[in-house]
Structures are given as C-alpha cells and as structure tokens.
C-alpha cells in the first residue's frame, strides 16, 4: 500500500493509504514512531471523541495513548491502567482531557457501565484499550484503531519492531470533513510509502513515558491555565480504583 487509494468517506491524503470501508492504514518502523503517529493524531480529535484500540498483547496499544497524550498536553505520565482500570489525565493547556481505561479484566456492558465513562465522555477524549466489542454502545460515533505486529521478528512483542495501524472511523461524528482532518494530520507524519517516523532531532515529540519533549509542540508551548491571582493548580492524575476522579 506504497499509495494512497480512494476512500469510501473521503480521499485519503498522501502517504496514508485508504480503504473501501474507510479506514486509513499506516505503518511505523518502532515505538517512536508510533507515538509520534498518535501525537499527531491529537490534532483532529475533540472533546467526546472515543476511540477504541485492539490488538493482541504487546502491539502497542499503551505506546499509541502515550503520543496522544503528549498531542493532547495532558498531566503525565501515562501508563497502562491495566490494574487500575481507568486514569483520567487532566489537561494542562485547556484542551479536552485523556481518559485511559484498559478493558481486558472487565466483562461484558454492565461492567463497563460501572465504570460511568459517560460522565467524563463529552469533555474529555476517551481511549479504551481492548475496547472493541464492549464499548461501542457508550457513543454514537468511535473511532477504531487496530494495531498489528509482525510475525515474523525476533521478539513480537518488542514495541520497536514495525506496526501495522488501520484507523477505522465510524458513526456521525466522522463525516467527510472530519475524516479529511483526520487524513491531513496523519500525513504530517507518514512519507509516501504511508510510514509514520519519529521527529528528528532538534524536533518536538513524545518521550517513552508519554510526555512531551522540551521542544516546540502541543503539551510543551501552552501556558497552564491562570487567573488574575496567579496559576490554577493542575488537577493531579487520578485512578478510579483508588476511589477519585
């Protein structure tokens, strides 16, 4: 898929390649490189998207939330909340919220529901790993990202080997537009063989914990937020297994 092909929503842009259901496949060479496919990504999305990411184990899923959460500007750092379940990351620039939760412990819709994803659902944006098939009925739109690892490589579940992503946007939130917004920020990344890299040096992108590097970028160039009294102190990171939000 060295070319861009036509899309069933909208025609994709250079260097991501588009499918007749409408997903948008891309291709990363390491971890870096995922991450820095995700902080990209963060600039088309908005308060109340949900995005839902499967793929088996070690393919990545934690990598791609921690360049979101890097595009996002959020409180770092960000984790797999396998044991936790759920961490609500608050913004630090004004922007929407990250809401990490890992749906592999959970079971079927009641569980999920326990969680009340929908009270932070409209101002925040939701990732839920292991999500597909579970939390679909939380919104009217998703956006699904598969991520594939090759089989064939010393060790599958080393997060430097190449990945295979396929977004896949569903639902009315993702019409046209927003699906052309989609495909412009992706190709900020990926060269015309459709393989998202990691910025060069001298560059801003996301560290391995998720955090924005010193250079220029969205979680790194925006003041927090402040009123004529001085900083608004940040809201910490909180889990919900430990009883906050």
């Known amino acids: 898929m060295s070319e861009a092909q036509g899309s069933g929503a909208a025609g994709s842009a250079d260097g991501a390649a588009g499918e007749s259901d409408g997903a948008v496949v891309l291709r990363t060479r390491d971890a870096d490189g995922t991450r820095a496919l995700a902080q990209a990504l963060s600039g088309a999305l908005r308060p109340g998207?949900?995005?839902?990411?499967?793929?088996?184990?070690?393919?990545?899923?934690?990598?791609?939330?921690?360049?979101?959460?890097?595009?996002l500007g959020v409180r770092g750092p960000v984790a797999s909340p396998t044991f936790v379940i759920e961490r609500v990351h608050p913004s630090l620039t004004g922007g929407p919220d990250l809401v990490h939760v890992d749906a592999y412990r959970l079971g079927g819709e009641g569980e999920i529901d326990d969680l009340d994803l929908e009270a932070d659902l409209d101002r925040a944006v939701t990732v839920v790993e292991w999500g597909r098939d579970r939390v679909e009925h939380l919104a009217d739109s998703v956006l699904l990202v598969e991520l594939e690892r090759p089989d064939r490589v010393d060790d599958p579940l080393d997060p430097d080997e190449p990945r295979t992503l396929r977004l896949t946007p569903r639902g009315p939130r993702w019409d046209g537009a927003a699906i052309a917004a989609l495909e412009a920020a992706l190709a900020a990344v990926a060269g015309l063989d459709g393989t998202a890299d990691a910025p060069a040096a001298g560059e801003s992108g996301p560290t391995a914990d998720g955090e924005a590097t010193a250079s220029a970028g969205p979680a790194s160039t925006t003041a927090a937020p402040s009123t004529a009294d001085g900083p608004v102190p940040a809201r910490p990171t909180t889990d919900t297994a430990e009883g906050e939000r």
């Open 49 to 71: 998207d949900l995005l839902v990411l499967d793929g088996p184990l070690g393919a990545g899923k934690t990598t791609f939330t921690q360049g979101l959460g890097a595009g």
